[in-house]
Each structure stands twice: as C-alpha cells, then as structure tokens.
C-alpha cells in the first residue's frame, strides 16, 4: 500500500482530514499517550483493521518532532517482529499514523495464562525481540524506549511471534548520542551518567526484560512513596550506574547459570565489554539447548503479581522524554572520580534534590572511552545505597562498591529537546 504524500521541506502539501475518513473509518480511543492518541481503524474498502496513531501539533515541538521522528523511522525498517508502518497523512493540524494491528496480549498476560512456562519460553521471546534489535542496530537505528510494555504477541494464535512498537524515541544513530531518553527502570548506566551512547543502551534493555521475565523482579527497583518520584529515581539510578543487582534466592535458585551469564553479559556497566545484539543472538542460551525446561511458572507469576500490579510500579514505569540540565559540578578533590555525571528523572518543576551517585568498581567503573567519555559532565560520585541482602554473597553480580566523593546537585532546567 502506498504511503500519502509527506514531505518535509519548506512547502508542504497537506492531506484534508476527509482523506483520512474516506480511506479509513477511525473507532474509539484505545488509549492516550504521551505523545498521541491510539485508534483502531478499518480500510473502507478491505475491511482490514489497522492501529491509528494520531498526533495534534498543537500540543507542541516535541509532539511533532515524536511524530515525524516515528515516520523517518519506520519508513527505514521492515521486519517481521516489528510492527509496520502502512500509510501516513498529514493535515495542518495532526499526524495519523497507520500501523499493522497487533491483538495478541502482552507478555506479561501471556504468561500469566500458560499453564508451563520454562526458561525455554522466554529463550524464545527474547531471541525474537534480539533478532529485531540486530536488524535494527545493522541500520545503525538505535530504539531507546525498549521495554516489556513495548513487547506484544502479533495474535492470539499459540506459536504468534512478538513484536516491537512505539518508535517515537527511536534515532539513527550518527555519531553517539547524547540526549538522555528512555524509561527509567529500563536506562543504561552511561545514560544515567550522562554520558554519550548508542546501541548498546539497546542491550541493557533486553537484558533488564530478561531478568524480569525469569524471575519476575526487576534488577533494580526502590521502595519509595508512591509519589516521591525524585527520590524513587536518585536510588534507583545509584544502583543502575553501579550495576547493584543480584540473582537473588530463592527467585534465582532453579534458573540455569546459562541464563545468568547471558543476563550478566547483557548488563555489563560498560558498554564496551556488553555483548552486542548479534552476539547476545550466538550465546548458547538463545542458540543452543542451555535454557532449562523446568517449569518456573509458579515462582515467576508470584512475582509478577506481586511487583507489576501494584500501582506503585505502574506509576515507576513512565517513560523519560525531557531530563533535566546537569548544574556544573563541583570539583573533586579525587583524581578517581568518576566521568559518569548525575541524572534526573522526568522533568518537573520545582527544584530538585541532590542526586549522589556511585562509581562502580573494578572493570565495570572504567571510565568509557573517546567520543563516550566527551559527552559527561564533569565526575560526581558518592556513598552507594546500601546493596539488597542476599542468601549468597557470591551471587553479588559487580562486586562491592567503594566510597566515593560528594555529590553535585541537579537544577530544574529542562533539558532542550
């Protein structure tokens, strides 16, 4: 099917509203998001249905920067666990984006429904999403929003594939990247450090997915007040920048050291020695027969219901579009200071608390290098929070974290986007 016309010089040639309606009958709202509104729709004349993403411009830059950003994104991209785009109109007021209409559940719900889930199972969703993030990084497309929100089944058929959506974040990758966006649990540590990233903040999404869907947990999570969404993201972002996370027991106990390795590979704080998508595909876990089939279905539910249910986490698991300007940080007396700067979660307004961060240790603190180390600012460091508890020490992914210099303080500027 053709796209309609869009183009993004300086003399436009918008598309009338009735064009949309005469191709397409829009139903209901499913849902608003951040950036638009989510629509079924059923061509007039196949009777097929479709997802409509509409866009109003009025709602400002950063929406009609999200929609344009989506449409050079999926024009690039074809394959069959991403969604794709169909047709694109463009009227003064609006985007509306045409997209393949997945009904198959979440992965969550998809769980939750089987009767056996093995690590077997989720071998098979993470190596579909992996075969995806590959194609995409070999387009030098980098997604930056992955997370298990964005992983639908395409049908309710038992063997659908998994698809990825919502590419509104996605950027091609020309040079690393120094705009911090994503969603909070979800961000990797040269991210949060402020630091200049690519592709590999990819990884480190898929390996946070696979921890929770072998164990239900999230690696990182603060128990805060519902609404204390600073200090929730100051705690959380301590312990993502020193990759403070455990293969707990009794969570951990039956899962293969196959999965482990994979899921330690994948989080590596520095993204030079992270495996790549291509190479997360190879490891014996994902290609070969090291996934367990011992039915952990029992364990992985309870956790799930217990940590994704709750509001609390619903209300955690926003996503980060605009960050806040880091105020030039004070000089340390330490010549080890970490290059990793602090972050911020959401933009609010108001001022913002302090916000320490911790400098990993051994290896993974390495400061990263060339063009990745430029975009930090300035070195910031402090006392880590205190580590979970768990049954082993040895279980303890990166080792312990040293004491490090004050903190800087974060401001309330709004990070241009």
Not at 88 to 102: H, I, N
Not at 187 to 196: D, F, I, K, N, Y
Not at 231 to 246: M, Q
Request: charged content about 25%.
């Amino acid at each position: 099917m053709p796209f309609s016309c869009l183009t993004f010089g300086d003399k436009k040639d918008y598309n009338n509203l009735a064009e949309v309606t005469d191709k397409y009958d829009l139903g209901q709202i499913v849902k608003s998001e951040e950036f638009c509104e989510i629509f079924r729709a059923k061509d007039r004349n196949t009777l097929k249905m479709y997802t409509c993403k509409k866009f109003l411009k009025k709602d400002g830059r950063k929406v009609r920067k999200a929609a344009k950003n989506e449409i050079f994104i999926l024009k690039m991209v074809k394959h069959p666990n991403i969604l794709q785009l169909v047709d694109v109109f463009e009227t003064r007021k609006e985007y509306f984006l045409f997209l393949e209409l997945a009904t198959g559940r979440e992965v969550f719900d998809w769980i939750l429904d089987q009767g056996y889930y093995s690590e077997r199972d989720t071998s098979n969703v993470i190596r579909q999403v992996m075969e995806a993030v590959a194609y995409l990084h070999s387009l030098h497309i980098v997604h930056r929003n992955l997370k298990l929100e964005n992983l639908v089944y395409y049908n309710r058929l038992k063997h659908s594939k998994i698809v990825i959506s919502d590419f509104h974040l996605a950027k091609l990758e020309n040079g690393l990247i120094k705009e911090p966006c994503g969603t909070p649990e979800y961000l990797a540590p040269e991210v949060v450090g402020r630091q200049r990233y690519g592709r590999p903040v990819d990884c480190w999404a898929l390996g946070v997915i696979m921890y929770i869907l072998l164990s239900g947990n999230p690696p990182f999570y603060d128990e805060t007040d519902d609404d204390d969404y600073e200090n929730h993201d100051k705690n959380l972002f301590r312990k993502i920048l020193a990759g403070d996370y455990e293969f707990d027991s009794p969570y951990w106990d039956d899962i293969s050291d196959s999965a482990k390795s994979l899921v330690a590979r994948m989080m590596e704080v520095d993204q030079d020695q992270r495996l790549t998508a291509q190479e997360a595909i190879n490891h014996e876990w994902i290609s070969g027969n090291a996934a367990s089939d011992k039915n952990i279905k029992d364990g992985v539910c309870a956790q799930i219901e217990k940590n994704f249910a709750k509001a609390k986490w619903k209300k955690a698991v926003r996503v980060t579009t605009i960050m806040k300007r880091l105020r030039a940080p004070e000089q340390s007396d330490s010549a080890g200071a970490s290059p990793a700067a602090a972050a911020t979660g959401p933009a609010v307004s108001g001022p913002a608390n302090p916000l320490p961060t911790a400098e990993p240790s051994g290896d993974k603190g390495a400061p990263l290098t060339q063009a990745e180390g430029s975009g930090a600012v300035g070195g910031v460091s402090a006392e880590p929070s205190a580590a979970p508890q768990s049954a082993d020490p040895s279980l303890r992914c990166n080792g312990e974290t040293p004491a490090a210099p004050p903190s800087t303080a974060v401001t309330s500027d709004e990070q241009n986007g």
